[in-house]
């Protein structure tokens, strides 16, 4: 009897951990909106996709693992988004995913800053993205904003008609996977 009942308490206390060690879970909705923008180019990206594990009472758990498929770029011009995709600018054919990885996420007044890994075209470099999540219901909303510049990533030549600094604007609504 005392076995079972201290098998019973080790078990207890082994969910309890985990209970406060993982994260909520969040699946990615088909709202998303991930946004790019420059005095000279503009467009979207229209497939996102990755795993989000967030819960504002336990940041350390937290984590981001996100892609964006570079062929689905999306200037509003054709001519555009096949140079674009071409081995110039992304190199979709050899490059086909920018990926962002997180390391850690802290707050940061009523919002958060994740630091990780963003891989473009085969160059990785840290990144800092101040965000907010605001909750409605089942679902959430991640709203983020940042710039990069282009150079650091070999997209395009430095200089030219396209501004090195591009601003990226994310809306990710999530609901609780």
């Known amino acids: 009897m005392k076995k079972l009942i201290f098998s019973m308490a080790t078990l207890l206390g082994i969910t ?10 969040w699946a990615i909705t088909d709202k998303y909106s991930i946004k790019f923008s420059s005095n000279e180019a503009s467009g979207i990206f229209k497939t996102f996709k990755g795993t989000i594990a967030f819960d504002e009472q336990n940041l ?3 984590k981001f693992d996100v892609t964006i498929d570079v ?8 001519l555009q988004n096949k140079h674009a995709k071409g081995a110039d600018w992304f190199d979709a054919a050899k490059f086909p995913v920018i990926k962002y990885t997180s390391k850690k996420i802290v707050k ?5 800053q994740v630091t990780g890994d963003l ?15 605001k909750k409605a ?9 940042f710039t990069v510049n282009r150079s650091d990533f070999k997209i395009g ?21």
């Open 60 to 62: 350390a758990a937290a």
């Open 108 to 112: 940061a007044g009523n919002a958060y």
């Open 119 to 133: 891989q473009m075209k085969g160059v990785t470099k840290e990144y800092t993205i101040p965000f907010t999540f």
């Open 137 to 145: 219901g089942a679902g959430a909303t991640f709203n983020g904003s």
């Open 16 to 25: 309890a951990v985990f209970a406060f060690t993982v994260a909520q879970n």
């Open 71 to 78: 062929a689905s770029i999306n200037t509003g011009n054709g």
């Open 157 to 177: 030549k430095p200089g030219g008609e396209v501004a090195e600094q591009i601003k990226i604007d994310i809306a990710v609504p999530v609901t609780k996977g």
